[in-house]
């Protein structure tokens, strides 16, 4: 399994993602000003603040040519992992419903979250057992998860909604403690919390690495 | 030039005096121009020159065996193995914090992080050292402490560098002078080291990152080397506005160029502008450097000469490449979207010589502006008298034991950290081993499987009362942070806060403290490798209290056993270790009860503390012990609060009452640690160490018996009483 890491100028966590996906395969990083994605069978938009998260956070980043090709790139059914900044790049760019406001605090707040793996089948989450915990750090000013009512009650009813912050644990006010979402095809999936920081019990917990573990296991088994 | 001469009132204006003013007439030959006026001022100013410190810095030892690069560049550096090198350093922003606290603390995190990456390290670690006024009295100190916090954290956290670590205090000393240091570590190969002397005759100077606009002119003879006064929101336009993505860009734009080698020398352009950054690349150069102010990139077309050279924009640096390289620079920078331009050469006439196209329109002797500012002695006098307030009665003296323990952990002082840090990224690069509260120092594992810790410390009371004692005692506390995580120290950086040098009651201070620091440094083979002097911190209620702030480096064999400050385990055995004296002389609970500064503090035996660190870091790094923290701010019963808390696990302990219980429960040293282990262990430890079994980690509740004193108080109190600083952050 290849991973493409993208990086824009102004990426922070592009290279925790390196090490992160290189866990479970190879892993490179992809330019934002170019379009080849040198063949990769999977794309993380990474952590951090894209062009300095001008406008909004995201806002940018998706106008970039390299995010041409990950829209396309997703709509053949390739894989697609959004985190932090990159949960806001893809949800500016249309690959995934909602969007990310500045949390209810307004601070930008760190903290370990505990978080609860809802849809266990999915190409990000299918090496998490049903009901699973994960314990992982989340960081950033705006994380809190917003669409309308009617989207979210078709998101809750399509299993879109994959992870969801435990009791006590949202922090950022997202509605209906949503962490992580995919899309309706179940390709593209994005979370504020970030798994890549969550693969080594060194530096803190090694329940992220399940989400690399689920995807390369989504990717490997495609192939098959 | 038609232009009239700026006068002798001119310099006055500028900050030099006038005896300095005829000086800069005999350098020149003749009275300077607005450009020379300018560069001068801003040289020959406390922040550049360090006036009224050079003498006593150069009393501080500065080599080790560790040490790579030593003062004088842009921050030192010091050899961890593997190729590989530290550089580390902190810097003060306290006045533009004072006046504007986001964009001051910012761009503090964004100038040291500049001076790491200048030398060839990616920066790794941010850690912060703030003091502000009684928080509890003072809106306006919460004001400052809520946005410092707030600038710190979003420079730090754009640019992809965690905050690990830091320390705050409240005292009413710094109400009208907050402070606010920053220190930051980097990472880099160490035959990529890089130096800032110019080099090369013909060689280019070329400017690159921000444009360069009217933004903090003056800034460091206006601001940073005068007293604070009223109408200091005047000053406003001397503070400079941060980047943070510019930054980012600049910062991985420059480790691209020094990877591929096509960088002779580098230097951050920081206080003073594109004078400081050229003419110290000159002076260590050896060399002249002609500059045309019209190349410069600017903000706005119709900046004067002078206003080019001194501005304080941020988010630039200068570097000299040969001419063959410009091309491979600039593209480089245009790949970072990074603007540059050629703006000089290297000459060899030893001159500064700044043009405006072809017009000359400032012609100085490099060694004049660099080398011959005047350097005055100190006149050091001990006060007579105490020349600080007594706080305010916080806790009733007929307060028990129980209920002190309770203030003192909820005190503004000792309370968790926890609202401020956790507006901070500590994780980000991978390397956080052990995050804030989580040990006596931060950690970042190193690719080799070992580990450096970083520790940033500083107790102005303490040195109030003492300086040099006070100071003993900072520098101590830091090598015992290192100690309690496994680290042993290799190398040290200082910021020396104080006030008005020329005021023999502050020379004493300042004198003290630095012969302290040298005892201290010298004693533990901790070398200081860079720092920062910032002087005249005090409005017109006097001086802030003495503030040595120490920034320690250390490292330790094998990450996977660093130490953690909390219990680990149900059943576990408590030990007090080292040679703890406690005193009540100038302790937070003395500062609670509102009692006013003592005249020196206990004397202080640097090797048995020295003896009982390594003794630590020992048992540490062969994983005897499963816990050790050191006992600071609170003594004894806060410390064993801290630990117990740390881990939610409560403890039953009994200790010696010499005498004095309250003294033993809450009286401050330097030399004393909490550890705790399996009983086997710490049996084994005692045969080596000096220690004393104080209890055991047990149940949900803190119980202390002192002599007749007993303290028995539940977590939950304690944690409720711990976050008293959440409410300032809701």
Same mark, same amino acid.
């Given at each position: 399994?290849?991973?493409?890491?993208?990086?824009?100028?102004?990426?922070?966590?592009?290279?925790?993602?390196?090490?992160?996906?290189?866990?479970?395969?190879?892993?490179?990083?992809l330019w934002h000003g170019d379009r080849d994605l040198q063949d990769v069978d999977a794309v993380i938009v990474p952590g951090g603040f894209s062009y300095g998260d001008y406008l909004r956070a995201g806002a940018i980043a998706r106008f970039s040519p390299v995010m041409e090709s990950v829209v396309e790139f997703a709509g053949d059914g390739g894989i697609v992992l959004g985190?932090?900044?990159?949960?806001?790049?893809?949800?500016?760019?249309?690959?995934?419903?909602?969007?990310?406001?500045?949390?209810?605090?307004?601070?930008?707040?760190?903290?370990?979250?505990?978080?609860?793996?809802?849809?266990?089948?999915?190409?990000?989450?299918?090496?998490?057992?049903?009901?699973?915990?994960?314990?992982?750090?989340?960081?950033?000013?705006?994380?809190?998860?917003?669409?309308?009512?009617?989207?979210?009650?078709?998101?809750?009813?399509?299993?879109?909604?994959?992870?969801?912050?435990?009791?006590?644990?949202?922090?950022?006010?997202?509605?209906?403690?949503?962490?992580?979402?995919?899309?309706?095809?179940?390709?593209?999936?994005?979370?504020?919390?970030?798994?890549?920081?969550?693969?080594?019990?060194?530096?803190?917990?090694?329940?992220?690495?399940?989400?690399?573990?689920?995807?390369?296991?989504?990717?490997?088994?495609?192939?098959? | 030039?038609?232009?009239?001469?700026?006068?002798?009132?001119?310099?006055?204006?500028?900050?030099?005096?006038?005896?300095?003013?005829?000086?800069?007439?005999?350098?020149?030959?003749?009275?300077?121009?607005?450009?020379?006026?300018?560069?001068?001022?801003?040289?020959?100013?406390?922040?550049?020159?360090?006036?009224?410190?050079?003498?006593?810095?150069?009393?501080?030892?500065?080599?080790?065996?560790?040490?790579?690069?030593?003062?004088?560049?842009?921050?030192?550096?010091?050899?961890?193995?593997?190729?590989?090198?530290?550089?580390?350093?902190?810097?003060?922003?306290?006045?533009?914090?004072?006046?504007?606290?986001?964009?001051?603390?910012?761009?503090?995190?964004?100038?040291?992080?500049?001076?790491?990456?200048?030398?060839?390290?990616?920066?790794?670690?941010?850690?912060?050292?703030?003091?502000?006024?009684?928080?509890?009295?003072?809106?306006?100190?919460?004001?400052?402490?809520?946005?410092?916090?707030?600038?710190?954290?979003?420079?730090?956290?754009?640019?992809?560098?965690?905050?690990?670590?830091?320390?705050?205090?409240?005292?009413?000393?710094?109400?009208?002078?907050?402070?606010?240091?920053?220190?930051?570590?980097?990472?880099?190969?160490?035959?990529?080291?890089?130096?800032?002397?110019?080099?090369?005759?013909?060689?280019?100077?070329?400017?690159?990152?921000?444009?360069?606009?009217?933004?903090?002119i003056g800034g460091a003879s206006v601001l940073a080397s005068a007293e604070l006064g009223e109408g200091d929101d005047d000053k406003r336009p001397t503070v400079q506005v941060g980047d943070p993505f510019e930054e980012k860009k600049l910062m991985e734009c420059s480790l691209e160029l020094l990877e591929l080698g096509l960088i002779v020398s580098l230097q951050d352009l920081?206080?003073?502008?594109?004078?400081?950054?050229?003419?110290?690349?000159?002076?260590?150069?050896?060399?002249?450097?002609?500059i045309d102010v019209r190349k410069v990139p600017l903000r706005e077309a119709d900046m004067e000469p002078f206003e080019i050279m001194v501005s304080e924009s941020q988010e630039r640096m200068l570097c000299v490449i040969e001419p063959k390289d410009v091309e491979a620079v600039r593209a480089i920078c245009d790949k970072w979207e990074v603007s540059s331009a050629a703006i000089?050469?290297?000459?060899?006439?030893?001159?500064?010589?700044?043009?405006?196209?072809?017009?000359?329109?400032?012609?100085?002797?490099?060694?004049?502006?660099?080398?011959?500012?005047?350097?005055?002695?100190?006149?050091?006098?001990?006060?007579?008298?105490?020349?600080?307030?007594?706080?305010?009665?916080?806790?009733?003296?007929?307060?028990?034991?129980?209920?002190?323990?309770?203030?003192?952990?909820?005190?503004?002082?000792?309370?968790?950290?926890?609202?401020?840090?956790?507006?901070?990224?500590?994780?980000?690069?991978?390397?956080?081993?052990?995050?804030?509260?989580?040990?006596?120092?931060?950690?970042?594992?190193?690719?080799?499987?070992?580990?450096?810790?970083?520790?940033?410390?500083?107790?102005?009371?303490?040195?109030?009362?003492?300086?040099?004692?006070?100071?003993?005692?900072?520098?101590?506390?830091?090598?015992?942070?290192?100690?309690?995580?496994?680290?042993?120290?290799?190398?040290?950086?200082?910021?020396?806060?104080? @006030?008005? *040098?020329?005021?023999?009651?502050?020379?004493?201070?300042?004198? &003290? %403290? $630095? !012969? +302290?620091?040298?005892? /201290?440094?010298?004693?533990?083979?901790?070398?200081?490798?860079?720092?920062?002097?910032?002087?005249?911190?005090?409005?017109?209620?006097?001086?802030?209290?003495?503030?040595?702030?120490?920034?320690?480096?250390?490292?330790?064999?094998?990450?996977?056993?660093?130490?953690?400050?909390?219990?680990?385990?149900?059943?576990?055995?408590?030990?007090?270790?080292?040679?703890?004296?406690?005193?009540?002389?100038?302790?937070?609970?003395?500062?609670?009860? @509102?009692? *006013?500064?003592?005249?020196?503090?206990?004397?202080?035996?640097? &090797? %048995? $503390? !020295? +003896?009982?660190?390594? /003794?630590?870091?020992?048992?540490?790094?062969?994983?005897?012990?499963?816990?050790?923290?050191?006992?600071?701010?609170?003594?004894?019963?806060?410390?064993?609060?801290?630990?117990?808390?740390?881990?939610?696990?409560?403890?039953?302990?009994?200790?010696?009452?010499?005498?004095?219980?309250?003294?033993?429960?809450?009286?401050?040293?330097?030399?004393?640690?909490?550890?705790?282990?399996?009983?086997?262990?710490?049996?084994?430890?005692?045969?080596?160490?000096?220690?004393?079994?104080?209890?055991?980690?047990?149940?949900?509740?803190?119980?202390?018996? +002192?002599?007749?004193?007993?303290?028995?108080?539940?977590?939950?109190?304690?944690?409720?009483?711990?976050?008293?600083?959440?409410?300032?952050?809701?």
């Amino acid at each position: 399994m290849k991973t493409g890491i993208l990086r824009f100028p102004g990426s922070c966590d592009e290279v925790d993602a390196q090490l992160a996906a290189g866990l479970v395969g190879e892993a490179v990083l992809l330019w934002h000003g170019d379009r080849d994605l040198q063949d990769v069978d999977a794309v993380i938009v990474p952590g951090g603040f894209s062009y300095g998260d001008y406008l909004r956070a995201g806002a940018i980043a998706r106008f970039s040519p390299v995010m041409e090709s990950v829209v396309e790139f997703a709509g053949d059914g390739g894989i697609v992992l959004g985190i932090c900044n990159g949960f806001q790049v893809l949800c500016e760019a249309g690959l995934l419903p909602g969007a990310l406001l500045p949390n209810a605090n307004r601070r930008f707040t760190f903290r370990q979250v505990e978080l609860e793996v809802v849809e266990p089948d999915t190409a990000f989450t299918s090496a998490c057992p049903a009901g699973e915990m994960l314990s992982i750090p989340a960081k950033h000013g705006s994380g809190r998860y917003y669409a309308d009512e009617p989207t979210l009650d078709r998101l809750e009813a399509d299993g879109q909604v994959v992870l969801r912050y435990r009791p006590e644990q949202n922090f950022n006010g997202s509605l209906r403690e949503i962490a992580g979402v995919r899309n309706a095809a179940g390709n593209v999936f994005g979370l504020m919390p970030h798994p890549e920081h969550a693969v080594d019990a060194l530096t803190g917990s090694t329940d992220g690495l399940r989400i690399f573990e689920s995807m390369h296991e989504a990717v490997e088994g495609a192939r098959v | 030039m038609s232009e009239q001469l700026p006068t002798l009132k001119d310099a006055l204006a500028l900050g030099l005096t006038e005896a300095e003013y005829d000086l800069v007439c005999e350098k020149q030959g003749s009275p300077p121009n607005q450009v020379e006026l300018a560069m001068y001022s801003l040289l020959w100013s406390e922040h550049c020159a360090y006036k009224h410190s050079k003498k006593l810095l150069v009393t501080l030892p500065t080599e080790g065996p560790a040490v790579v690069m030593g003062p004088g560049e842009n921050a030192g550096a010091v050899d961890v193995g593997d190729g590989l090198i530290c550089a580390f350093k902190v810097e003060s922003h306290n006045h533009p914090s004072a006046v504007e606290p986001f964009q001051g603390a910012a761009t503090g995190v964004g100038g040291i992080l500049r001076d790491i990456f200048a030398i060839g390290a990616r920066p790794i670690a941010i850690l912060d050292s703030l003091r502000f006024g009684d928080i509890e009295e003072s809106e306006r100190s919460r004001y400052l402490l809520e946005h410092a916090v707030a600038g710190i954290g979003h420079y730090g956290n754009s640019i992809g560098v965690p905050t690990v670590g830091g320390e705050v205090y409240f005292e009413a000393a710094y109400e009208k002078n907050c402070l606010v240091n920053a220190m930051a570590l980097g990472l880099g190969p160490r035959e990529q080291l890089m130096r800032s002397a110019a080099a090369g005759v013909g060689n280019v100077v070329l400017i690159y990152g921000a444009s360069t606009g009217r933004d903090g002119i003056g800034g460091a003879s206006v601001l940073a080397s005068a007293e604070l006064g009223e109408g200091d929101d005047d000053k406003r336009p001397t503070v400079q506005v941060g980047d943070p993505f510019e930054e980012k860009k600049l910062m991985e734009c420059s480790l691209e160029l020094l990877e591929l080698g096509l960088i002779v020398s580098l230097q951050d352009l920081g206080a003073a502008g594109l004078t400081s950054s050229a003419c110290e690349m000159a002076s260590k150069g050896e060399v002249g450097i002609d500059i045309d102010v019209r190349k410069v990139p600017l903000r706005e077309a119709d900046m004067e000469p002078f206003e080019i050279m001194v501005s304080e924009s941020q988010e630039r640096m200068l570097c000299v490449i040969e001419p063959k390289d410009v091309e491979a620079v600039r593209a480089i920078c245009d790949k970072w979207e990074v603007s540059s331009a050629a703006i000089g050469e290297v000459t060899d006439t030893r001159l500064m010589r700044i043009y405006s196209d072809d017009e000359l329109v400032g012609e100085m002797p490099v060694e004049a502006l660099v080398d011959d500012c005047p350097i005055y002695d100190l006149a050091p006098q001990k006060p007579e008298e105490q020349l600080y307030d007594a706080p305010p009665v916080r806790l009733d003296a007929s307060a028990g034991f129980g209920d002190a323990l309770v203030a003192l952990v909820g005190s503004p002082n000792i309370s968790s950290r926890r609202p401020l840090f956790e507006q901070y990224d500590p994780i980000v690069q991978s390397r956080t081993v052990r995050r804030p509260e989580q040990a006596d120092a931060a950690v970042l594992i190193l690719p080799n499987g070992s580990a450096l810790a970083a520790s940033i410390d500083g107790n102005g009371r303490r040195v109030a009362a003492d300086p040099y004692r006070g100071t003993l005692g900072v520098v101590l506390e830091c090598a015992s942070n290192l100690a309690c995580v496994g680290a042993q120290p290799l190398g040290t950086t200082n910021n020396l806060n104080f @006030g008005n *040098p020329e005021k023999p009651h502050v020379a004493w201070q300042l004198t &003290e %403290a $630095v !012969r +302290a620091i040298a005892d /201290a440094c010298t004693a533990l083979e901790a070398p200081i490798v860079g720092g920062n002097v910032s002087l005249y911190n005090e409005g017109a209620s006097g001086p802030i209290y003495p503030t040595p702030v120490i920034g320690m480096v250390g490292l330790l064999p094998d990450a996977s056993r660093a130490g953690r400050l909390g219990f680990v385990e149900e059943g576990e055995t408590i030990a007090l270790v080292g040679p703890f004296k406690p005193s009540l002389a100038a302790s937070e609970l003395s500062k609670l009860r @509102g009692e *006013p500064l003592p005249d020196g503090l206990p004397d202080i035996d640097i &090797e %048995a $503390v !020295r +003896a009982a660190q390594i /003794a630590v870091r020992d048992a540490v790094r062969e994983g005897l012990i499963d816990s050790a923290h050191d006992i600071a701010e609170g003594g004894v019963a806060v410390a064993l609060a801290e630990c117990a808390l740390a881990a939610s696990l409560g403890a039953s302990v009994t200790i010696d009452d010499n005498g004095d219980a309250w003294q033993a429960l809450f009286g401050e040293a330097p030399g004393g640690f909490i550890v705790c282990g399996h009983a086997t262990a710490i049996a084994q430890f005692s045969e080596r160490t000096d220690l004393t079994v104080i209890g055991k980690v047990t149940g949900s509740e803190l119980r202390i018996e +002192a002599g007749s004193a007993l303290i028995e108080v539940g977590l939950d109190e304690l944690r409720t009483s711990h976050r008293a600083l959440e409410e300032l952050f809701q």
